[in-house]
């Protein structure tokens, strides 16, 4: 079974918020599944599928009766950070298998006022849990790793952030909306070698919702219509420590079949959502997914490729995880507002890409250096 | 107190406590499979590999090289290199360097095994040699 065409994303809602004390974190759901659906021009009635992932306070049973949802079909993968590009492909599925008709996806969280929820350690606990394993020694090792073998730079690095900070200027919730140089980034303090501040993302409270639904309902609605042409899902891990190489991700195995399922190619891109908790995530990305030759994303990103107007590959035009937002430390669901956006022809007309039919979503979720998944999406503007 | 152990015991299971056994002992075990040969880090009852049940446990020199690190310049406990290390029997493996100078790590340096205390079993460091 294909996904082509067959589920149309019909509603989005980021939330404005980037610092909630005073709000719960089932409220950020709420009010992001609120404003998606509002979004869409649907109601709760309407909805008869729910996504979410760990964030969800208690999980999808709770989170589902706090919402008042009557389900026919639920699903709460937990991937980390890409949790919610799985679940858009798994909403795609169970709608064009006929398992739901209207299906919600929902992330919340407060990173920045609370405790980060303590982190699942599985099997390995014993074989890994001492060694503080973190999301900047882990992208860090990565790093390094990418920078032995290919001799990218820690210049060639701050590439990202610095289109990532021209996005930002225009977007009025960035959580940094000051634009950065090269060396702005490099004389930032070293957190993890040899990651500095300014390579890493911004924690922020929020969340965000979308709403995913048949081509019947969708087109029954007053919005721009995007549709889902493509989704893939993957996982990487040491793998018992056999072949152990840090320098790709599971893009390599999530992107192929998405590119396949709505054939197209890196080229035929006009824009690219992809997920950038760290600089070297950006990097090592955009060569897992084909933008580029594997060793060659530092100079790829060095000649300013990702800064909208300027570049071959438009990225990020929100500001992203290094600038704008990262609700709950879980930059998935942004990414793909922000490809709707742009699909829509929504994002700011400073950043907007003219004539923007067809972009791509990809993000990982986990620690990338140690074990994480990945996932990517194709959606096209009808 | 400065003998104070810094680091979490093993919790254990029946899977592994052979493992944690041996380290009490000094000894550095990793796991083998009979049935394809291949080794595999950390230790598990069916190959990862191959699916066989056939694994055994084998005594590591617990020598090999860095693959790659990362130093985390600050955190509640001061700051610490992660790493992982490429065993001279071929597994790679997840670890922090300790005893050396945290700055003068590099990619390809030879490194070995040492254990640290804990309330329970002790756990694998690696430190540079030579
Ligand atoms: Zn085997």
Not at chain 1, 38 to 58: H, M, Q, R
Not at chain 1, 326 to 336: C, L, S, Y
Not at chain 1, 353 to 372: E, F, I, S
Not at chain 2, 33 to 58: K, M
Request: glycine share 10%.
């Amino acid at each position: 079974m294909t996904i082509k065409n067959k589920a149309y994303i019909a509603g989005i809602y980021e939330h404005p918020t980037r610092h909630a004390p005073d709000k719960s974190t089932a409220q950020l759901h709420a009010e992001c599944a609120k404003g998606a659906l509002e979004d869409a021009g649907l109601t709760k009635a309407d909805v008869d599928g729910y996504f979410c992932a760990g964030d969800a306070p208690g999980g999808v049973m709770p989170m589902a009766d706090y919402l008042g949802l009557k389900l026919r079909h639920l699903d709460s993968t937990e991937t980390g950070g890409c949790s919610y590009i799985i679940a858009l492909g798994h909403a795609a599925e169970a709608i064009a298998a006929g398992k739901c008709s209207v299906a919600l996806i929902t992330l919340a969280g407060k990173p920045r006022t609370g405790p980060m929820p303590p982190r699942a350690f599985g099997p390995e606990v014993d074989f890994e849990a001492a060694y503080g394993a973190t999301t900047h020694n882990a992208y860090g090792m990565c790093a390094m790793r990418h920078m032995h073998e290919f001799g990218t730079t820690s210049e060639q690095l701050a590439w990202v952030k610095v289109a990532a900070s021209h996005h930002a200027q225009y977007n009025p919730h960035a959580m940094l909306r000051d634009v950065v140089t090269v060396e702005d980034v490099i004389n930032s303090p070293m957190i993890s070698d040899p990651l500095h501040r300014l390579d890493c993302c911004v924690v922020s409270d929020g969340g965000g919702a979308l709403v995913v639904t048949t081509p019947e309902i969708a087109k029954s609605l007053k919005r721009p219509l995007v549709r889902m042409t493509g989704h893939g899902e993957s996982l990487k891990g040491p793998n018992g420590g056999r072949k152990l190489d840090l320098t790709y991700s599971a893009g390599v195995w999530s992107g192929p079949p998405a590119f396949a399922e709505a054939g197209v190619t890196p080229k035929d891109i006009k824009y690219a959502s992809i997920y950038d908790s760290f600089t070297i995530t950006v990097v090592v990305q955009l060569e897992d997914l084909g933008f580029c030759a594997k060793g060659d994303g530092g100079k790829f990103v060095a000649d300013g490729n990702l800064i909208s107007g300027v570049g071959k590959l438009p990225w990020n035009t929100d500001g992203g995880g290094l600038c704008n937002n990262h609700p709950i430390n879980r930059g998935g669901i942004t990414k793909i507002i922000e490809a709707v956006r742009q699909l829509r022809g929504e994002a700011h007309p400073k950043v907007q890409v003219p004539n923007c039919d067809l972009a791509l979503v990809h993000g990982t979720g986990g620690l990338l250096g140690v074990r994480h998944a990945a996932s990517t999406a194709i959606l096209e503007r009808v | 107190m400065t003998d104070k152990p810094k680091y979490p015991a093993p919790v254990g299971n029946p899977e592994t406590a052979h493992f944690w056994d041996a380290a009490k002992q000094g000894k550095f075990l990793i796991k083998r499979c009979t049935a394809c040969r291949e080794p595999h880090y950390f230790p598990r009852s069916i190959c990862p590999v191959c699916f066989s049940d056939q694994t055994v446990w084998e005594e590591s020199k617990g020598e090999g090289v860095i693959y790659s690190y990362s130093l985390m310049r600050k955190s509640p406990t001061g700051p610490y290199a992660i790493g992982y290390v490429t065993l001279d029997e071929g597994p790679s493996l997840l670890t922090n360097f300790v005893d050396c100078d945290l700055t003068a790590l590099k990619i390809g340096q030879r490194v070995k095994v040492v254990f640290k205390p804990t309330d329970g079993a002790p756990l694998p460091f690696f430190t540079p040699v030579g």
